[in-house]
């Protein structure tokens, strides 16, 4: 590929602009990446030689990042199927009291999405909780619906989900230095969610006696003790962290230990499985894991894709020169990217996973520090990935009975939660730091 003259950017920019509006349409996403890398290809003066080549060369280059993400399904599994997830949310809600509701539910939702489940499944775990103790203190759904969004969103940019996974090997990054680094930015985000949603407590439809009554019909007898739910994620955190504390701390012994999360991920999880005493459902439970992986596994082919023809093409070399003639500073490429390619998807895992892909090497180019990159992307896949195009949206609106309506009234107190965490990692990472 690199013995051959460039695509034209506008080619590159073409396929990028197509796959986002055959997504826009409800054309499947990995077919709609795939479509437009080699339309943009043929628009920007492939040969036919030169497509096979981009789409090898790009699909190759994320195999990194599939192995990891199908990974971290193991842990991601063991945590939903078990009801290891949910007996942690229970017992944050518990020990705060519902006079602290809106607080436990954000810190709920926050926690068990930081532990490797999925956000849209984390908000589906927390929310017959929160019809309960919203139905029992008054509480409206738009606040509790805000609160828990807000809180998996905190979580989400702390977790080793695939969209963590992608901004950190988008900047050739160990996963445990990207969830550090997204730690004070989260913490900025559950501020600004409780406090927004405690605003909002009064406004907007209530909960009713009967959609109350739903967390009391679940059977919860056989979920794990909060002791042995918390084995496998406690593992998983400490592993990953062990270099990067040993790196702050100057400790030579913990900065020579280099673990990944290829496997740590699947040994906190099978750990956890045991310390539960149910090693007989390690092949239920991480086949789950797996098949609730699959579909970003496959979108993240198809993100291979449009980056091999941003590699082919120019269009870097020409949006760096773009920025410079501005004079905008060009570490604000990295939010705006995360921003723009989560809206066009409506997915944060989906946006990062493009954004790092295609405008990741003019990131680098400006000379912002990979950390940074990474953190400002991922951030910036926080603010409006929860539009109406996405699965996200729907899958929240149904686990509070809102109507579309009532759904979409959300979308601007969700981005600013998003916003502020995205402003916090610009400032932090961009000017201070």
Same mark, same amino acid.
């Given at each position: ?18 796959? *986002? ?6 054309? +499947? ?16 003066? %492939?040969?036919?030689?030169? &497509? ?9 280059? #994320? ?45 709920? /939702? ?68 990207? !969830?550090?680094?997204? @730690? ?6 559950? &501020? ?14 209530? #909960? ?11 059977? /919860? ?8 739910? #918390? ?17 702050? @701390? ?34 239920? @439970? ?49 939010? *705006? ?19 790092? %892909? ?17 953190? !400002? ?5 926080? #603010? ?8 996200? @949206? ?5 686990? !509070? +009975? ?24 610009? !400032? ?6």
């Amino acid at each position: 590929m690199h013995a051959i003259a460039p695509l034209s950017w506008y080619g590159a920019l073409s396929g990028l602009l197509i796959a *986002i509006a055959l997504i826009l349409k409800k054309v +499947n996403p990995v077919y709609s990446l795939f479509l437009g890398a080699i339309i943009g290809a043929l628009i920007g003066g %492939g040969s036919p030689e030169q &497509i096979i080549s981009l789409l090898t060369s790009g699909t190759q280059s #994320v195999m990194g990042t599939v192995i990891r993400v199908l990974a971290a399904g193991v842990l991601a599994g063991m945590m939903m199927e078990s009801g290891a997830a949910e007996t942690i949310a229970q017992t944050i809600v518990k020990k705060l009291g519902n006079g602290k509701a809106i607080l436990a539910l954000t810190l709920a /939702t926050m926690i068990i999405t930081a532990v490797g489940v999925f956000i849209p499944v984390a908000v589906l775990i927390v929310a017959p909780i929160a019809l309960s103790v919203g139905h029992q203190m008054g509480i409206s759904k738009t606040a509790l619906l805000l609160a828990l969004s807000g809180g998996g969103k905190a979580g989400n940019i702390i977790s080793p989900n695939p969209n963590t996974i992608a901004a950190a090997n988008g900047f050739h990054l160990p996963l445990s230095n990207v !969830m550090i680094a997204g @730690f004070i930015p989260a913490l900025c985000g559950l &501020i600004v969610t409780v406090f927004v949603a405690s605003l909002l407590k009064n406004k907007g439809i209530r #909960v009713t006696p009967e959609e109350a009554a739903v967390v009391n019909i679940r059977d /919860t007898k056989n979920y794990p003790t909060l002791g042995k739910s #918390v084995v496998a994620p406690a593992i998983a955190i400490v592993l990953l962290m062990l270099n990067p504390l040993g790196a702050i @701390f100057h400790i030579d012994a913990l900065t020579a230990i280099k673990l990944d999360a290829m496997y740590v991920l699947p040994i906190a999880g099978i750990i956890g499985l045991v310390a539960m005493g149910k090693t007989n459902k390690i092949i239920a @439970f991480t086949s789950s894991g797996l098949e609730k992986m699959t579909a970003t596994v496959l979108i993240l082919i198809g993100a291979g894709a449009i980056a091999g023809l941003i590699a082919a093409s120019d269009l870097s070399a020409q949006v760096v020169h773009l920025i410079s003639s501005l004079g905008i500073s060009g570490m604000f490429l990295a939010p *705006i990217s995360g921003i723009l390619m989560a809206a066009a998807t409506a997915s944060t895992s989906t946006g990062v996973i493009l954004a790092t %892909g295609t405008f990741g090497h003019t990131i680098s180019a400006t000379g912002l520090a990979p950390v940074a990159s990474a953190v !400002m992307v991922h951030t910036g896949a926080t #603010v409006i990935d929860q539009l109406p195009q996405g699965n996200y @949206f729907h899958v929240t609106a149904q686990s !509070m +009975n809102m109507t579309i309506e009532q759904r979409m009234g959300l979308i601007v107190y969700e981005a600013i939660v998003g916003g502020t965490m995205t402003i916090v990692a610009t !400032m932090l990472y961009g000017f201070i730091l």
